[in-house]
């Protein structure tokens, strides 16, 4: 099993940031797969700044937990969820992702590994105003939430989930900020 970071990460217009392959227009979120997880679990958006020179805060989402409207269910299966706000925030793992490993062999392209990957989603946003550094094989950009999703769909459905659940965990929390002020 390999373990991965996983941002979802926001400028002040609410867009979501992708690292676009040029050559094959694929848009991702950005992940981090190194070596050294426990390093990355404690700061988890420095590798971003590695990569792209961007400067990212974590952003507090509300915590959430599961609430279970039919808990005198005979079977599991027949549980229905609903998934509850609380009014605290978290800057933990928004979510947690199962994808399947890849691997590289020299420079043949990367392989279906069989081994299962674990992704922790983190939420960021842009601190200031931070300018992504470019290079000439990755285009860094923003699109809004739902253009995003539909950006990453096609290639990465782990990612896809993540930004959906980061959409609702972000609207519910601006909701939020705003009927406490």
């Known amino acids: 099993m390999s373990f991965q970071i996983g941002a979802v990460v926001i400028n002040q217009k609410d867009e979501v940031l992708l690292f676009e392959n040029i050559a094959s227009g694929i848009s991702r979120l950005p ?4 070596k050294l997880l426990d390093v990355a679990c404690l700061s988890p ?13 974590r952003l507090p989402l509300l915590m959430t937990k599961r609430q279970y409207r039919n808990s005198d269910a005979e ?23 199962l994808d ?15 081994r299962q990957c674990v992704v922790n989603w983190y939420s960021g946003i842009i601190r ?15 699109l809004p939430i739902a253009e995003a999703i539909s950006a990453v769909s096609d290639n990465d459905y782990v990612a896809e989930n993540a930004l959906r659940a980061f959409d609702t965990l972000w609207t519910a ?4 900020q705003a009927g406490k002020r």
């Open 173 to 176: 929390t601006k909701h939020f």
């Open 128 to 142: 200031g105003n931070s300018v992504p550094s470019q290079s000439n094989d990755i285009r860094v950009h923003f």
């Open 45 to 57: 958006f420095k590798f971003l700044y590695d990569q792209s020179q961007l400067e990212v805060d």
């Open 75 to 97: 079977s599991y299966d027949e549980l229905e969820q609903e998934l509850v706000f609380e009014n605290t925030f978290t800057t933990s793992p928004f979510s947690v992702g």
């Open 31 to 34: 992940r981090f797969d190194g």
């Open 100 to 114: 399947v490993a890849w691997f590289r062999i020299k420079q043949d392209p990367l392989y279906p590994d069989g």
